[in-house]
């Protein structure tokens, strides 16, 4: 069974930095390209970051451009979301997902499979 | 940057035919998803790549995409089927991905 668990959210001050983390099990995780999508409380989904299965490619929200770092350790079956400066409209829940597509990076692939999800509070 | 529209809410009686659009400039040319997140819960891949359905998603769920708009379909509709629903494309001119700002979707 495809299970992805994040951790790391919490309350944070402006400026503060996190780190999330994924940990992935059920699949090859080294094999699909992952994903960071956030939701801010009552708002909608926003994706944040994309990186392919080698870390080959790597693509960012302008929003978050600069301030955020998406890493994995496929050894470790372990997404990250290294989050750095960070601001109040950055509060929302975290969700990892998987993209659909074995392989190389797809680009435009769905998310196939999604976690519960690890909440963000940047608040002072 | 691409803009995927969304109507923000769309209701309809059990048993009735749902219709929630996905508007964006000639959307028809990409590849449209889509997924469906109850209260507190993670999304659902429920359409991807236009109009396929993934395993364990009723029939009842299929997906169109031409021109200017992408559509979600949900026929008999059951109380079941309340939840917001959001498309979502990669814009492949900038290489980001893109949500539409979800429509909630009221069982009568």
């Known amino acids: 069974e495809v299970q992805l668990v994040e951790s790391g959210g919490g309350l944070v001050k402006p400026g503060g930095s996190l780190r999330l983390s994924c940990a992935a099990s059920?699949?090859?995780?080294?094999?699909?390209?992952m994903n960071w999508v956030r939701q801010a409380p009552g708002k909608g989904l926003e994706w944040v970051s994309s990186i392919s299965s080698s870390s080959s490619y790597i693509y960012y929200a302008d929003s978050v451009k600069g301030r955020f770092t998406i890493s994995r350790d496929n050894a470790k079956n372990s997404l990250y979301l290294q989050m750095n400066s960070l601001r109040a409209e950055d509060t929302a829940v975290y969700y990892c997902a998987r993209d659909r597509e074995i392989g190389p990076m797809v680009r435009g692939a769905p998310f196939d499979y999604w976690g519960q999800g690890t909440l963000v509070t940047v608040s002072s | 940057s691409y803009v995927l529209t969304q109507p923000p809410s769309v209701s309809v009686a059990p048993g009735k035919t749902a219709r929630i659009t996905c508007g964006g400039n000639?959307?028809?040319?990409?590849?449209v998803h889509w997924y469906q997140q109850k209260p507190g819960q993670a999304p659902v891949l429920v359409i991807y790549y236009d109009s396929d359905r993934p395993s364990g998603i009723p029939e009842r769920f299929s997906g169109s995409n031409s021109g200017n708009t992408a559509t979600l379909t949900i026929s008999r509709v059951e109380a079941g089927d309340e939840a917001d629903y959001y498309c979502q494309v990669w814009d492949s001119s900038s290489d980001r991905g893109v949500f539409g700002g979800g429509t909630k979707l009221t069982v009568l």
């Open positions: 000639n959307i028809g040319s990409k590849s």
């Open positions: 059920g699949f090859t995780f080294s094999s699909y390209s």
